[in-house]
């Protein structure tokens, strides 16, 4: 079995509750909707635990890159939890990796990759990860 789709190899999970919404005409929640609970995983994260300040910040994180593989499908109203762990940490960059797992299931349904390129607010160039983000990145580093 592929390693990306097992639950352990993920250091921090966020609940994301379904909606009826993102389901589409196949009865299954839409491959665009994946990217969504990806973003919001990892920005609740450095929001939540990291004390990024999306608003009026100096430093702010822009994606650079993403994709998604899909294994099985969800549905409204399956909850689901989102696996993150991180697989390189630079000095301006960071590469997230990411699955969905219905609630209670060992296997991903869905896993995938997200770089973020931390910047400058107004400049929009590339800085030095702040040292609060840099330390919760860090504590979720596979090994």
């Given at each position: ?20 919404h993102?389901n ?17 995983a990892?920005?609740?994260l ?15 994180a ?61 400049s ?20």
């Amino acid at each position: 079995m592929d390693e990306t789709r097992q639950r352990q190899r993920y250091r921090h999970f966020t609940t994301i509750t379904t909606r009826w919404h993102d389901n589409d005409l196949y009865g299954h929640v839409n491959n665009v909707i994946y990217y969504g609970f990806f973003d919001s995983a990892v920005n609740r994260l450095l929001v939540e635990h990291a004390g990024l300040d999306i608003h009026a910040g100096p430093v702010i994180a822009l994606v650079v890159s993403s994709n998604c593989q899909y294994h099985a499908s969800v549905a409204f109203p399956q909850p689901i939890e989102v696996g993150l762990a991180i697989s390189r940490l630079g000095n301006s960059s960071v590469h997230y990796q990411l699955a969905v797992f219905r609630e209670a299931h060992e296997q991903a349904c869905a896993t995938g990759n997200f770089v973020h390129v931390f910047v400058d607010r107004d400049s929009r160039r590339p800085t030095p990860i702040p040292s609060r983000l840099r330390q919760v990145l860090s504590d979720l580093l596979q090994d």
